[in-house]
């Protein structure tokens, strides 16, 4: 029968002995018994394996074949066309042992390391692997056909993948010019693997957005990481145009067009995730500049008890959440993660009993359960989105931000008519947004009754944990946060370390303030009651200001105080 290597691990009962593979291809119908007799005879003369010879016979294709090895293993089917591997991960393996056990490595998470092949029960090449690989690592075997594996090992073997490697063989005219274009797919044109390379190291980084922009006689890379821009690199000027087209086809863009601002996206999986590029040029006097919003949903869905809340502010929001009617308004400038807050929010409250509905300009992530709707110009904008989604009974409306009265009335009468809307506005802090739907033209009457909470955030650097440095607050630190100097608390500061490369930052986190729209606020809105007195009111009822919960953050040693001056309003303490 056929070789041990190829049998199911899968039983159906504890009983039954596992499926051979030749049996369970019968069984699906695939191949026929003759062709198994046929294939059984060819393998004691060449030694391969059953499923090879299939292949080589012609009586069943490589990927049914993968499908089915993958499902009796229980192991995982690796999409090798979709996916970008991790060039630092595959360098530590040699290329002789990939090419003599049919293996790549295709994934490094969390202490795993997905090996990519082409034979799951293969120990002996496991092992052969896992000598050059991190010792505490788990070994994950993933499906991969043979021809795959052979094609990717191609890939990633005979091409020179590092950033520095790629630039001198272009400048070093080891390829035409012609092939430089940006147009001709495959790692044979190093303008492909160039501008792969890129991309990878900016998800590597925890990079948010890529700008590319040219100068008169160069092109500067310029990653925003933690939300600071940061210089990578600067490239020639001659580079430029064909990193763009490779840019513009990957997003399909049109490439001719240079004279308009363009949009574009790109899917792709990168490091084992999902990750989506959304790609935006811009004419200038030096030429295209673009920009990469990178969404990596792996990021940025997080759970609500994991943004960052104060206990006081998870609980108010969990409070005023259960409002079964009303609308919430999440407030900030662009960048301050309100759309990451509302994803959360939305995800928590997400069950097969209710239907939410939301129109996003565009759809950052797609989550389940959820119907969303792209706004487009032209076909589809806000105002006409909320009539066409109240035709479709939604229970929860997400609107993704309201920039005008009509969007804003419409809003309104959704939550007055027994919804709960979620949306965002640009204002400086959670109370600004009353009189900013004011401004837009919403009646306070109206306003009032419908009104749930306000909450305002900004996203602040966090201090690297393994090298930040406790010491006493001085003087001007205790008066900015209003403690006597004689008794000093205990504050840190940024230092920096290999894990935070050196900048003392890793990561952000958000400061909030949550303002619950009560019974008495309702009456202050109704009857315009001025900034100070609803302020005055509030704090009497335990409203919790943005400056006082970054304090805390500062005084429980995740931000610093510099920090703080740069992403909260202080001037009046300073």
């Known amino acids: 029968m056929d070789s041990p290597g190829e049998s199911g691990l899968g039983k159906t ?15 699906l119908g695939l191949v026929s018994k003759d062709q198994i007799e046929i294939a059984l005879r060819e393998q004691k003369k060449s030694k391969k394996l059953l499923g090879a010879i299939l292949i080589q016979m012609s009586f069943i294709t490589e990927s049914a074949l993968g499908e089915v090895l993958a499902e009796s293993s229980g192991s995982e089917r690796f999409d090798a066309k979709s996916t970008i591997l991790d060039t630092s991960l595959i360098a530590t393996v040699p290329r002789e042992i990939c090419v003599r056990n049919k293996v790549i490595p295709v994934e490094q998470k969390q202490g795993t390391i997905k090996l990519a092949m082409a034979d799951v029960y293969n120990v002996l090449a496991i092992d052969q692997v896992r000598r050059h690989l991190d010792k505490t690592a788990k070994i994950v075997p993933v499906y991969c056909t043979e021809t795959e594996i052979n094609e990717l090992i191609e890939r990633y073997y005979d091409y020179d993948l590092s950033i520095d490697g790629i630039l001198r063989e272009i400048e070093t005219g080891i390829r035409e010019n012609s092939q430089l274009d940006g147009r001709e797919e495959g790692y044979i044109n190093p303008t492909v693997r160039l501008v792969n390379s890129l991309l990878i190291d900016a998800i590597r980084q925890g990079c948010s957005d890529i700008h590319f922009e040219p100068e008169g006689t160069f092109l500067r890379l310029r990653y925003r990481i933690d939300g600071t821009l940061q210089q990578i690199r600067s490239f020639h000027r001659d580079y430029w145009p064909s990193m763009l087209v490779r840019m513009k086809i990957m997003s399909g863009m049109n490439i001719a067009e240079t004279r308009s601002a363009q949009d574009g996206r790109i899917n792709m999986v990168a490091l084992g995730r999902e990750v989506d590029f959304r790609v935006a040029t811009q004419p200038t006097v030096h030429g295209e500049n673009v920009v990469l919003r990178i969404l990596d949903k792996s990021k940025s869905l997080v759970q609500i008890d994991q943004l960052g809340l104060s206990e006081h502010n998870l609980e108010l929001l969990k409070r005023c959440i259960k409002r079964p009617e009303g609308i919430i308004v999440v407030t900030g400038p662009t960048g301050s993660g309100k759309t990451t807050t509302l994803y959360s929010v939305l995800s928590y409250i997400n069950s097969i009993e209710v239907n939410i509905m939301t129109l996003e300009d565009p ?212």
């Open 13 to 27: 009962g504890a009983e039954k002995k596992p499926m051979r593979i030749g049996e369970k291809l019968m069984a």
């Open 363 to 574: 759809v950052e992530y797609q989550l389940p359960m959820i119907r969303q709707t792209n706004v487009r110009e032209g076909t589809i904008d806000f105002l006409s989105g909320i009539k066409s989604l109240m035709r479709q009974d939604p229970d929860i409306i997400f609107v993704g931000e309201v920039r005008d009265q009509e969007t804003a009335i419409m809003a309104i009468r959704a939550a007055l008519t027994g919804h709960q809307v979620y949306t965002t506005l640009h204002t400086n802090d959670a109370l600004g947004a009353i009189p900013r739907l004011e401004d837009i033209g919403v009646p306070p009457h109206l306003l009032a009754g419908s009104l749930v909470c306000t909450m305002a955030q900004r996203l602040a650097r966090k201090l690297c944990k393994f090298c930040r440095r406790p010491r006493p607050a001085n003087e001007e630190e205790c008066r900015i946060m209003r403690i006597d100097p004689a008794n000093p608390p205990t504050v840190h500061e940024a230092v920096g370390c290999e894990k935070c490369n050196f900048k003392g930052y890793k990561g952000r986190m958000g400061i909030h303030e949550i303002m619950r729209i009560d019974p008495g606020l309702d009456e202050l809105i109704a009857t315009k009651a001025t900034r100070n007195h609803m302020m005055e009111y509030a704090l009497q009822n335990g409203f919790v200001p943005m400056v006082q919960d970054g304090i805390s953050k500062v005084l429980a040693g995740e931000i610093d105080i510099p920090e703080l001056i740069n992403t909260v309003d202080l001037t009046d303490r300073l």
